[in-house]
């Protein structure tokens, strides 16, 4: 049977489900799951928008399922491509490892370090030749590569593809294949790179991943995604007060999102919430001082939230 508790965690936080019915049966057998789920080591720092996938893995974790976290180290060091006109720059061995360990470090904030099983890509990629890497490519055609939407606006717009990019997401699906993932996790953004890693574990004979997508987190402007570049982030590694602040200043526009996305407040009460906005019975700064709280227990405790509430009532309400 299905328990009140999976049905949860299937819905709430949850974009799109591929395939939704093959996922129910697969949770409902009783099978040790191995969710995948990739990071690039070019970028170290963890922010709100990472924890919402994060989350969801922990969820899984609760229930019984292991986590099988992928350091991109081979891929960052040929220089990963970053979907828009140029590449990242190659990054050596010892950035790659330095980067991987200040992710690590937030990402078990989160995420439950005994429950997950730590490989790193050049395990299997450093024993790659140029043989292997054609044999891949032959799997699939330029036409199904093109079906990804900001390769077709590029070229469509005559703006540079590289050969680097186009094998990207064929490198991605492959490492499903080399861990035997039975679900990859990810944003709604990376669809198209999941899918290519359901159709290759296809082709080598294995059952094809299941793809859980989570919504992506606005930032604190309330318009762009959460992004460090675009400095309206909210990152895991900050003080305390520093996530205190930044939560306060998330537009009121954002509270039930937020809430929905990073935080475990029950669907009932955030009908409440959604009820008390909408009549303008609830003042918008009090739910913000909850859900900064929530977040700050979260990352670190109850006392650093407590804590970092009386810093802000003290510095910014009361100057």
Do not use: C
């Amino acid at each position: 049977m299905f328990s009140q508790d999976t049905s949860y965690v299937l819905k709430r936080g949850v974009a799109e489900i591929i395939v939704e019915e093959e996922v129910v049966e697969l949770l409902s057998s009783g099978k040790k799951l191995r969710l995948k789920e990739g990071f690039d080591p070019s970028f170290p720092d963890i922010h709100l928008g990472h924890m919402v996938s994060l989350r969801k893995l922990r969820q899984f974790q609760e229930l019984g399922h292991q986590v099988v976290l992928i350091v991109g180290d081979w891929t960052a060091q040929i220089g990963d491509p970053s979907g828009m006109s140029a590449t990242r720059p190659t990054l050596s061995p010892e950035q790659v490892k330095a980067n991987a360990e200040t992710y690590m470090k937030q990402f078990f904030k989160i995420v439950d370090k005994k429950k997950t099983e730590v490989r790193w890509q050049s395990e299997w990629f450093g024993k790659f030749s140029l043989t292997d890497v054609i044999q891949l490519t032959n799997k699939f055609t330029i036409a199904q590569l093109m079906a990804r939407e900001d390769f077709s606006t590029r070229y469509n717009a005559g703006r540079p593809i590289t050969m680097a990019e186009l094998l990207y997401p064929l490198l991605q699906a492959y490492d499903s294949v080399a861990i035997q993932a039975d679900a990859e996790f990810g944003g709604t953004d990376q669809k198209f790179n999941l899918l290519v890693g359901r159709e290759l574990q296809s082709m080598m004979g294995q059952r094809p991943q299941q793809v859980l997508l989570v919504p992506i987190l606005a930032g604190t402007d309330g318009s762009q995604k959460m992004s460090k570049s675009l400095g309206n982030y909210i990152g895991v590694a900050e003080p305390p007060d520093e996530i205190y602040g930044k939560v306060m200043s998330v537009p009121d526009t954002l509270i039930l999102e937020y809430f929905e996305l990073v935080t475990d407040v029950p669907d009932e009460e955030l009908q409440g919430f959604r009820q008390g906005l909408k009549n303008e019975t609830v003042n918008p700064m009090v739910l913000k001082k909850r859900l900064a709280r929530e977040i700050v227990t979260q990352l670190y405790d109850q006392q650093a939230a407590t804590e970092a509430e009386e810093h802000f009532i003290k510095v910014v309400e009361e100057k």
